[in-house]
């Protein structure tokens, strides 16, 4: 069939619709999608939680960065957020909840309490949460302001930036299939 | 009103009354842990005190009898307070208020948790803080506040705090910004 310029026909492109095509690989834009979508899990234990609750209402509104879908259902939260202290009567019970989460997941320790035990040397506090479960981001401050908690976030865009979609973030996943 | 309760009551329980005092307008009496529920029994039916706001315990270590428990007495309409104290041994049970006041229920508990001082006659004498199997009482003066290891699998552990030379406490009282900094107490 003999075409000119004005009269092009073509068999799986639409011009109207896809006017533009990008060409990316296919890490970058899992990668893309995750970091622009993360659901949190709030672990909100103590008073850090007021904060985590201020971030994500209107004033400093963390919808801003698609991070407002709070879950409280663990299995579909992609980050969990360590808001508070952690106490030892409630740890297993935080890892409980962090092994119910489906990879990829993250975790931010918010806050002096969830990072360290923060001001309770005690005989009742877990002394940061990262003796359960790995975490990605510390925020210090107690409690943080609600643009810390924001910044950390974006700190873990970054870091999801950076890393394998799959290597190095579905690493329960390689476990059991090896 | 508390300063007339304490003498019917010096009056009616002569011989089980160990002490009492009287600190800023506050009255304290100190009974027998024998009598101690009758004294309790008494204030609530005849003298008003229809309303516990507290109980608490103390722990005298080194002395004998180790314990202490305290009562915090008032009535409804706050116009008198009183504060029943009584000594308790190591090896002896306090008989529960709970019969007299629902209030002691948890209050009991948590003396029990915290303190390891048994009740006779509670309706669930089991710990309201740490766990049913956590092996120490840590308010006790000879736990350390860093706590100690313990584990129960499944149900929680606990490990000892780094307290890095602590703990570190103020010296309240004086003026000076500099000594009132908190800090450990062999470094002055
Ligand atoms: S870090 Fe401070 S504000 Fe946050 S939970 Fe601990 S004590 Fe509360």
């Known amino acids: 069939m003999e075409t000119t310029d004005t009269n092009q026909t073509f068999a799986a492109y639409d011009s109207k619709i896809e006017g533009n095509v990008i060409i990316t690989k296919v890490d970058a834009a899992m990668n893309w999608m995750r970091k622009n979508s993360m ?23 963390l919808s801003r960065f698609g991070m ?22 409630m ?46 981001v510390y925020i210090s401050g107690c409690p943080p302001r609600p643009e810390a908690l924001i910044e950390g976030l974006l700190k873990l865009q970054r870091k999801i930036e950076g890393t394998d979609a799959v290597m190095e973030q579905k690493k329960e996943l390689l476990e059991d299939l090896a | 009103m508390s300063a007339e309760d304490l003498d019917v009551l010096k009056k009616e329980f002569a011989a089980e009354v160990i002490g009492t005092k009287e600190f800023r307008g506050e009255h304290t009496i ?46 409804v309409d706050d116009k008198k307070h009183l504060r029943v104290k009584a000594p308790v041994g190591e090896e002896e049970s306090v008989k529960s208020a709970v019969d007299l006041w629902l209030a002691a229920d948890w209050h009991e508990r948590e003396a029990y948790d915290m303190m390891g001082i048994n009740f006779t006659g509670h309706p669930n004498m089991k710990r309201i803080l740490m766990w049913e199997g956590y092996p120490f009482f840590p308010l006790r003066k000879d736990f350390p506040l860093a706590g100690r290891p ?31 900094e908190p800090r450990a107490r062999d470094q002055k």
């Open chain 2, 150 to 180: 313990s584990d129960m699998p499944d149900v929680a552990f606990t490990g000892v705090a780094p307290l890095e030379g602590g703990p570190f406490v103020t010296s309240c009282g004086t003026d000076d910004v500099v000594r009132r």
């Open chain 2, 30 to 75: 100190t009974v027998s842990l024998a009598a101690l529920y009758d004294v309790l029994a008494y204030c609530k039916n005849s003298l008003g005190y229809n309303f516990l706001l507290d109980i608490s315990s103390l722990d005298h270590f080194g002395d004998d009898p180790r314990f202490e428990m305290v009562y915090e007495l008032a009535t």
């Open chain 1, 68 to 89: 407002e879908v709070m879950r409280f259902s663990p299995r579909q939260a992609d980050v969990m957020i360590v808001s508070g202290t952690v106490t030892y009567k």
């Open chain 1, 39 to 61: 659901w949190p899990m709030p672990m909100g234990l103590a008073c850090c939680a007021i904060e985590m609750m201020a971030a994500a209402c209107s004033r400093f509104d």
């Open chain 1, 91 to 136: 740890a297993l019970a935080v890892k409980r909840v962090w092994d119910q989460m489906p990879e990829p997941k993250w975790c931010i320790a918010m806050g002096a309490c969830a990072s360290s035990g923060g001001m309770y040397r005690s005989y009742a506090v877990l002394q940061g949460i990262d003796r359960l479960i790995p975490v990605d």
